[in-house]
């Protein structure tokens, strides 16, 4: 006998516990399911730990900078892997367990723990269980790509799950990929004091970005001894002893990188390979992605799909962002959409990269007239003060309506600091509200103001 539910929410990534939450206040019965790790892939393997071990890395950084600084360290610095470990994972014990009382706290939601997969448009089976609404959201995220690359069965390979188990020090990371994840690993793992190399297929890094940030994202890593080789085609991987030996098709250097370990971070792939989607005719694109409209309904109705598993967005903020819409439509009468969603994210290696809006290429592609203000950090007094200066600014206008079309800060607090465009980007309001604008002295966003008041025609 089918148990009956007004909703059913497959996976508890990091929109289905809140969208969960909203259901049952709106008096609905609902059950959720989650076949591995309660808060999802951000929570347990993802943004939660990366950020944290980040952290344990920059403070290694720091203190072998010290004498930067006139201060003394009597003795090397060292770096306890276990300690950073055991420290990682006690954040993201709090997160997940935080997670996992809260759903289980819920009133009037019941938890399933197990593999869900679709029987039918209004059904889903859950390790005996057939449960039964005529509403069903998918939650279920991605996990990390793993290439048919040559040699990749033959040797034991990290993913951004596996490294979380790491306890020691690897002597030579090999790192495939060099997107956000892989580099800011790199990044962690040199601090950390292994070799690292970065193997990237095309001719640069983090190649949705434009030259001049792919190329002063290089210089950070490089200046850190973090071995980068581009246009390096990877053909395969070959067990040597101990040691792996990936080997890079590269236009210079040697063909064979010989590493102690190697991480793949070349992409991500949907969870949607066993969820049943064919029994229900829910369509996929040729990537495996769930097709949604703007509303994130699937091409069946009842049937929404949210978070990175519908492929509109591939972070934290925009799966939070796909609940909001979906709760904001089926209970607050109010259409909220995808498309209404400005682009924006951070890469969080050191300095990180916040971005908003448009890059310079994709600012230049639309065909419309461009202002472009750009500042070096080295220009910026507070990046002085704290010899950190590295990285740069800019900003692109539109300047027939005077909007901000994008944003990047590279640098100290880029991350940050970006959220002062992004909420002017919202506002819908011109660039001169910030122009005009006093900030705080001395701040790197002080000096967004003063990079407004020299833009220059794009070129
Ligand atoms: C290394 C790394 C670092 C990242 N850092 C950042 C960052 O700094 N900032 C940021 O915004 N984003 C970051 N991300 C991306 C972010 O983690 C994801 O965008 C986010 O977790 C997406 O959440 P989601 O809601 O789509 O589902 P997920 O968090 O992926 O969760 C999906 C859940 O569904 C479960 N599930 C899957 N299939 C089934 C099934 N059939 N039955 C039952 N349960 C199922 C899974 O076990 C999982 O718990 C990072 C990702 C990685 C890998």
């Known amino acids: 006998m089918a148990k009956k539910f007004d909703a059913i929410i497959i996976g508890t990534g990091q929109s289905g516990p809140s969208l969960a939450q909203r259901m049952t206040r709106e008096g609905l019965n609902i059950a959720i399911i989650e076949r591995k790790l309660f808060g999802g892939t951000c929570v347990n393997v993802g943004c939660i730990p990366t950020k944290t071990l980040v952290a344990s890395a920059r403070a290694a950084y720091v203190a072998r900078r010290g004498a930067d600084f006139g201060v003394t360290i009597d003795g090397s610095v060292s770096v306890d892997m276990k300690q950073v470990k055991a420290r990682k994972d006690g954040v993201v014990r709090q997160s997940n367990e935080g997670v996992t009382k809260w759903l ?6 019941t938890v399933f723990e197990g593999h869900g997969a679709l029987e039918s448009a209004n059904s889903v089976r859950v390790n005996g269980d057939l449960l039964e609404a005529g509403r069903i959201v998918l939650n279920v995220g991605a996990r990390a790509l793993v290439p048919r690359m040559p040699g990749i069965g033959e040797i034991d390979f990290l993913t951004n799950s596996s490294i979380m188990e790491v306890d020691f020090l690897p002597e030579h990371l090999v790192i495939i990929g060099g997107s956000y994840i892989g580099l800011e690993f790199a990044q962690m793992y ?3 004091g292994s070799r690292v190399t970065v193997v990237q297929r095309g001719p640069r890094l983090i190649e949705r970005e434009d030259e001049d940030v792919s190329a002063a994202v290089k210089d950070v ?9 581009l246009d390096a085609e990877c053909t395969g991987f070959k067990k040597r002893g101990e040691k792996v030996a990936v080997t890079v098709d590269c236009k210079e250097g040697d063909e064979e990188v010989i590493g102690s370990h190697v991480l793949l971070a070349v992409g991500r792939r949907p969870n949607t390979d066993d969820l049943g989607l064919d029994k229900a005719g829910v369509q996929t694109d040729e990537r495996g992605y769930v097709k949604v409209d703007d ?3 699937t091409n069946v109705p009842g049937i929404w799909a949210i978070g990175d598993v519908n492929g509109k967005g591939a972070f934290t903020h925009t799966s939070y962002n796909d609940y909001e819409i979906l709760a904001a439509n089926l209970f607050d009468n ?3 959409r995808v498309s209404d969603r400005i682009v924006t994210y951070g890469l969080f290696i050191d300095p990180p990269l916040g971005r908003a809006g448009m890059t310079e290429q ?13 500042m070096p950090m080295s220009r910026v007094g507070r990046a002085r003060e704290r010899s950190e200066t590295q990285g740069f600014m800019k900003i692109l ?6 909007k901000v079309l994008g944003a990047c800060v590279l640098g100290i607090g880029g991350d940050e600091i970006i959220h002062s465009v992004l909420d002017i980007m919202y506002a819908g309001a011109p660039y001169t509200v910030i122009r005009r604008a006093v900030h705080i002295h001395p701040t790197v966003t002080e000096l967004i103001p003063t990079m407004l008041g020299q833009l220059e025609p794009l070129t």
């Open 362 to 374: 994709q600012a230049r592609e639309s065909g419309r007239e461009v202002l472009v203000g750009k």
């Open 334 to 336: 109010d259409p909220r």
């Open 397 to 402: 206008i539109d300047k027939e309506t005077d």
């Open 104 to 109: 289980k706290g819920m009133h009037n939601l």
């Open 221 to 229: 890593l490089e200046k850190e001894g973090v071995d980068v080789r």
């Open 190 to 192: 040199r601090r950390f």
């Open 295 to 297: 509303q994130l309904q």
